[in-house]
Structure formats: structure tokens, C-alpha cells
């Protein structure tokens, strides 16, 4: 990816017609960033979560601004939820919540995707040339928060912009904690063997990056006892309907072993669809 210029950051302002709130729940609201403080407050929330509570190792620049920072964040839309009922320093609502959002035609006027990092999503882009893709990334709820409501708003702000945007596929990577495969060799043989995704929508690892999984599948999978240990994101990943890339790929700077988690619109399961609103407005504000 191209690096982009600092003053890009501090000049971000979304747009009026993506300014508004998403949705609402009692104290707690949905919205995009709209303006760089915004989308310094989401990545304030990304350190305390990665490098304050898991096992990442920051780079220079992060660990300088004690921000969890990267150059797509000036490129990306930033899904935020924020609690009215707890003013941070300066009096504005806290951040709780945060995901970040690339969509396709942004992505390809500036070097690309963060997914292509880890896996071989090209060929997978170039086999539905007409459809939009949407990347999600750098998912992350404070702890006291991390309840149904927060997840919910989040997955609503997500629903009601891939409404907006017209977007057909959503994908990205999605993380388990720790380095050791072996270690995670149930969930990751439960995937390979139980949500592997259809040959059209399949990626693997890029060469030299990826780690097999098919080999865990000989393991007794036990479905219950593995969707319980499943992480609460790829969970709900499964849930609504997602499927999987070949292969995994070990992030050492996150400390976390990756897959790609690939979701084609059409196939989210009926009833979430009616549960958030065809056009995302179970929490309209």
C-alpha cells in the first residue's frame, strides 16, 4: 500500500450523508468517525485492547503515539459506538466499540487491501468482477462493554453501510489468540473440516505465509464444545453464515494466528436479515 500523507489523517471528515447516526440503544449509539479526533479515539481503543490487554508488539510509531495506527486508517471508514453516558476527558462520548471498513473501490485507488498482507485474495476478487467487496478489519470492544448490545450495534452499523453502499461480499481476517496452531488444533480442524468455503469463494495463505489446517481434521470434533470456545467474533461469523479460507497464516506482531473469513450477502442467514431490517433498522435512531 502506498503511504499516504499525515495532513490526509487531520483533514478526514466523513461525509454529511454518512455523518449520521446508525442506530441507537439506550446510552449507546452507532456512527462513523467524523472527523480525525474520531478516528484517533478508535485507535486509542485499539491499543488498550491489543497491546494493553492481548500479546501485541508495537511498532515504532504506535508505540510513539500509544495509538494501535497503520496507513489504511486514513483511507478507511471507522464504525464506532459510543457510550453518551460516560464523557471522556474533553466531555464527548466515550468510544467503546470500533471496527474498520474498506470498501473495493477505495481500496484499488490506493494500493489495495490489508487482507492481500495475509492471503491470496486477488484470484477471489477477479472471479466475481461484478460484485462489491467490502473488508473488515481491526474489530474491538472495550472489556467492560464486550455484551449483546454493544456486538449488535456493531453488527447494525455494519448492516445498515453495507445497505448503503450497495456492497455484495464481506471479508477480512479474523484472529485467534496465541502463536502455536497445535495448540488451536480442534477450532482450526473444526473449521477446515465443517466451514470451509465453496471453491468460487476460497483464498488460501500466500506462499511462504500460511500454515495447513487440513491436518487437524482427523481430531474428534466435538461441534458444541468447539463453537463454545470458539472467540465471540469468528462465533458470530459462523453464525450468520460465513465460511473460510485455506489455510491459517501466524501474525507475530498481533500474536495471533489469522483466517480469512469470507460472507457473501446472499448467503446471511434469513434470519438475521430479518432480525436487523432488510435496510438496517431494528436500532434506527
Known amino acids: 500500500m502506498r503511504a499516504l500523507p499525515a495532513r490526509f489523517l487531520e483533514s478526514f471528515a466523513a461525509s454529511e450523508t454518512e455523518a449520521e447516526t446508525l442506530g441507537r440503544s439506550g446510552t449507546l449509539e452507532v456512527r462513523l468517525a467524523r472527523s480525525a479526533a474520531d478516528v484517533k479515539r478508535a485507535q486509542k481503543l485499539r491499543w488498550d485492547v491489543f497491546y494493553g490487554e492481548m500479546a501485541a508488539r508495537p511498532d515504532w510509531r504506535s508505540r510513539l503515539l500509544r495509538r494501535d495506527v497503520d496507513g489504511f486508517d486514513a483511507i478507511c471508514d471507522h464504525l464506532l459506538v459510543v457510550d453518551a453516558a460516560r464523557p471522556d476527558e474533553r466531555g464527548r462520548p466515550s468510544v467503546v466499540g470500533t471496527y474498520r471498513l474498506?470498501?473495493?473501490?477505495?481500496?484499488?485507488?490506493?494500493?489495495?487491501?490489508?487482507?492481500?498482507?495475509?492471503?491470496?485474495?486477488?484470484?477471489?476478487?477477479?472471479?466475481?468482477?461484478?460484485?462489491?467487496?467490502?473488508?473488515?478489519?481491526?474489530?474491538?470492544?472495550?472489556?467492560?462493554?464486550?455484551?449483546?448490545?454493544?456486538?449488535?450495534?456493531?453488527?447494525?452499523?455494519?448492516?445498515?453501510?453495507?445497505?448503503?453502499?450497495?456492497?455484495?461480499?464481506?471479508?477480512?481476517?479474523?484472529?485467534?489468540e496465541g502463536t502455536d496452531p497445535e495448540a488451536l488444533a480442534l477450532p482450526l480442524g473444526f473449521i477446515?473440516?465443517?466451514?470451509?468455503?465453496?471453491?468460487?469463494?476460497?483464498?488460501?495463505?500466500?506462499?511462504?505465509?500460511?500454515?495447513?489446517?487440513?491436518?487437524?481434521?482427523?481430531?474428534?470434533?466435538?461441534?458444541?464444545?468447539?463453537?463454545?470456545?470458539?472467540?465471540?467474533?469468528?462465533?458470530?461469523?459462523?453464525?450468520?453464515?460465513?465460511?473460510?479460507?485455506?489455510?491459517?497464516?501466524?501474525?507475530?506482531?498481533?500474536?495471533?494466528?489469522?483466517?480469512?473469513?469470507?460472507?457473501?450477502?446472499?448467503d446471511i442467514h434469513p434470519k438475521y436479515v430479518g432480525y436487523f431490517g432488510s435496510e438496517g433498522d431494528r436500532y434506527a435512531a
Open 192 to 266: 477446515h473440516a465443517n466451514a470451509l468455503a465453496a471453491e468460487e469463494w476460497r483464498a488460501a495463505a500466500l506462499p511462504g505465509r500460511g500454515v495447513a489446517i487440513d491436518r487437524f481434521t482427523e481430531a474428534r470434533h466435538d461441534a458444541k464444545a468447539v463453537m463454545q470456545a470458539l472467540p465471540p467474533l469468528l462465533k458470530g461469523y459462523l453464525r450468520l453464515g460465513a465460511r473460510f479460507g485455506d489455510g491459517a497464516v501466524i501474525d507475530e506482531r498481533f500474536g495471533t494466528v489469522d483466517v480469512l473469513v469470507v460472507l457473501p450477502v446472499k
Open 102 to 176: 474498506l470498501r473495493q473501490e477505495v481500496a484499488d485507488r490506493h494500493g489495495g487491501f490489508y487482507t492481500a498482507s495475509e492471503f491470496e485474495i486477488g484470484p477471489l476478487i477477479a472471479r466475481h468482477p461484478g460484485l462489491r467487496f467490502l473488508e473488515l478489519g481491526r474489530s474491538c470492544v472495550e472489556k467492560a462493554y464486550r455484551d449483546k448490545r454493544t456486538v449488535e450495534l456493531l453488527w447494525h452499523g455494519i448492516w445498515a453501510y453495507v445497505r448503503r453502499h450497495r456492497i455484495d461480499v464481506m471479508f477480512g481476517c479474523a484472529s485467534f
